[in-house]
């Protein structure tokens, strides 16, 4: 039977606890934990993109780059292209780089997706029972997930402009191909989101798995990153605080904390969810 969607007043009270309980379970320090494991993940990940892309194709490596570093908040743009432009000249160990690259984002992604998994036990008051040798090969699973929706992702960006007119054409699609590639980049990678974020909520205890469960929270989570985005990007591009405080060092830490937003607006969209639960919606 299909789930009823959640009344009004389950939403205006689950929207009210919310703060509340991102307080007292502690979610903003989750939050610090997975922009740790993710700088960690996101940077090797990256760099077997480019790496890849880079023996494939040399030229398409600065085109990649160009949309990474366009993508990041504020001051943080040039300070990571300068270390992505760096990994992608090592051409003599370029296999050695991409192998510890692999091995180096697995282990992380395993550990982000460890403390992940413990904020939504934490959430819902629920200990994770399982033996290791049973919990051990599931995050493995998602992790690889993880890193292949990331990769899919730097692909998407990539293909555009002469790269979509040649595969258009490889295709015998023509022009058209183009045309219609540009109309289903920005939905296809929303769409790669949105399935990360759903690979991610069902990590959880069984009560928060399951693709109608976990909307509501993705919505909001949406929602609060879009906003915090908006105004921290704002604040770091118009009132340099940040430059004034860090110096040389300023684009990593605006990077840094952008991604901790990005993870506390994630946590908040879960306890969102546990708190329609509790407020009667199941």
């Not at 205006?12 to 939050?31: E, F, G, M």
């Not at 050695?96 to 992604?109: D, F, I, K």
């Not at 879009?226 to 110096?247: D, E, H, I, M, P």
Request: a positive charge; one cysteine or more.
């Amino acid at each position: 039977m299909r789930r009823a969607l959640p009344t009004a007043r389950q939403c205006r009270t689950a929207l009210r606890r919310t703060p509340l309980s991102v307080w007292h379970d502690d979610v903003t320090d989750s939050a610090a934990g997975l922009t740790y494991y993710s700088v960690l993940a996101l940077l090797p990940s990256t760099i077997v993109t480019v790496s890849l892309i880079g023996l494939a194709d040399p030229p398409a490596t600065e085109q990649l780059i160009n949309h990474l570093t366009s993508l990041a908040p504020a001051d943080s743009g040039p300070t990571l292209r300068r270390a992505l432009v760096g990994m992608a000249h090592q051409r003599t160990a370029a296999w050695m780089l991409v192998g510890g690259a692999l091995v180096s984002a697995v282990w992380s992604s395993c550990s982000y997706l460890a403390v992940f998994r413990r904020a939504l036990h934490a959430m819902h008051r629920t200990k994770d029972d399982r033996p290791p040798w049973r919990k051990a090969p599931r995050i493995l699973a998602t992790a690889l997930l993880l890193i292949a929706l990331l990769i899919s992702s730097a692909v998407a960006l990539l293909v555009s402009g002469p790269i979509a007119t040649a595969l258009g054409r490889t295709l015998g699609l023509g022009e058209a191909g183009e045309q219609t590639w540009n109309l289903l980049q920005w939905p296809l990678l929303l769409l790669l989101a949105v399935v990360l974020v759903m690979v991610l909520y069902r990590s959880g205890p069984p009560p928060s798995r399951g693709v109608p469960r976990a909307v509501p929270g993705g919505v909001v989570a949406v929602l609060m990153w879009l906003v915090s985005s908006a105004a921290f990007t704002f604040y770091a591009s118009y009132v340099g605080t940040f430059n004034r405080l860090y110096g040389s060092l300023a684009g990593p830490v605006v990077f840094l904390i952008w991604l901790w937003f990005s993870h506390l607006s994630l946590l908040s969209g879960a306890q969102f969810n546990v708190e329609l639960r509790r407020a009667g919606w199941d």
